[in-house]
């Protein structure tokens, strides 16, 4: 049966304690919201998640279709399936499809991928914008989906209607907005989560629950109108640990209850979409999902609310004067398989790797076409510095108001001459020293021309 055959998540390293956000406002959203860097969002927390994926040995090249969702994709208008392809290593044919615009995106991309033939890779990533009090969250999931696979989904349906006012957002504006309806909300999510998952003749034996959770008690709610019980919900139910995630949250859930369950347990997959509908996805089966820590979500490090405010851009309103490194996009594009596989060359007469792969051999001079050559994805560190306050060239200073000093490295591979800078992340600059091992991770590098840039960064692997 066609279904989910190796499942992973990604969530960004911060957490914000619902006590801190209870301090400052008197409410307490959640339990604990993730909070991503500034050089993080819907496209690098989706590459992580699927990344781990292929880290289990999945072939690259066996992907045929790439389905992706987002409420928050990085631009409104513009196709970041292909970039995220890229990003991958994934072929040039491979079939894409996009889902943004709504928190149903992440059941239509998963159901999209159910039709494909062939092997076929969800994600679904998500990063809300607002004031972290709102408890917005970020997280990505992404799923194989194949014949025969480890998880089976038997039944699907779908119920739509119309509930304007519901979680939206205006065109122009990154913050979602809603009419604020308490009643009038709950009502709508309850119709339409449950009006698909009564659709679905399985569902009297279900153990297991990822629904609709802007909030840790919604999910109760629809249940109450289903034969679920409290204990199946929980297992699926994610969101007062990584905040509202958008269209990821029941996916993250999902992920969670299938790292639970056992071989012949049944699981509930049900999401609402913003505006009025929803989706009802019936799944048999287990999974060791990659990302997890014995099936649960990670722990974090937890940062205060202000620094919460500033790694989520919200008292970063100060204009960059001056110019900095312009890049033209041709230019950026040309060079983007060195910034997010690391492509080297290896030059035919010497074997010595050159990066970049341009102008002659560093070590004989020849000037034949070097060989392609992926660096590997962990070196260690050659030399280093911190960039403080006021010394990020302009290109970075938005960065480093939200995230603070950043540090520089030089890169270096066991048994291979070439080396590399990058900015570190995820990390205290301060505690890295020269010979740590680093991993290489693709981040946020800047935004030129109203278009981010993305390439690789590297975070410490103790």
Known sequence: ?????????????YRLAGEAVEEAWGRNP????????????????????AERLFERGIEREAIEHVALASTTPPLDEGLFAPRLGRALGLGRNVETSEHTGSTLAGAEAFSRALDADGPALVVVSDCPAGDPADGWGAGAVALLV??????????????????????????GSEDVASIGVTTYERDAIRECVTGAASQLDSIGSVAHAALHQPDARMPGRIA?????????????????????????????????????????????????GSGGAGAAFVLDGGLDVAGLVDGEIPDGERISYTNALRKRGVLDEEEVAGGGARVSLPTWRGSLD??????AGRCPDCETVAFPPEGACPHCGSRA???????????????????????????????QRRDGAYGVVVVGFEGI????????????????????????VVRRIYEQEGIGRYGVKFVPTA
């Open 1 to 13: 049966m066609r279904g989910i055959d190796a499942a992973a998540v990604s969530l960004p390293r």
């Open 30 to 49: 959640h339990r604990e919201m993730v909070v991503p860097r500034a050089d993080e969002d819907a496209f690098t927390m989706g590459i992580a998640a």
């Open 146 to 171: 194949a014949d025969e696979a480890a998880v089976g989904v038997p039944e699907r349906a779908w119920h739509a209607d119309e509930y304007p006012g519901l979680r939206y957002r205006e065109r």
């Open 224 to 272: 109450n109108d289903l034969p679920i019980d409290d204990e199946a919900v929980e297992h699926g139910t994610v969101v007062d640990r990584v905040g509202d995630a958008g269209a990821a949250t029941v996916f993250l859930g999902l992920a969670r209850a299938l790292g639970g369950a056992d071989a012949d347990d049944r699981t509930l997959a049900g999401v609402f």
């Open 338 to 343: 060195q910034r997010y596989r690391l492509r």
């Open 369 to 399: 076409d070097y060989e392609p050559y992926d660096l590997p994805r962990v070196g260690v560190v050659r030399a280093r510095t911190v960039v403080g306050q006021g010394g990020a060239p302009p290109e970075f200073a938005a960065q």
């Open 417 to 440: 001459d070439a080396t590399l800078p990058a900015q570190l992340t995820d990390c205290d600059p301060e505690s890295v020293a020269i010979g740590d091992e680093l991993r290489a």
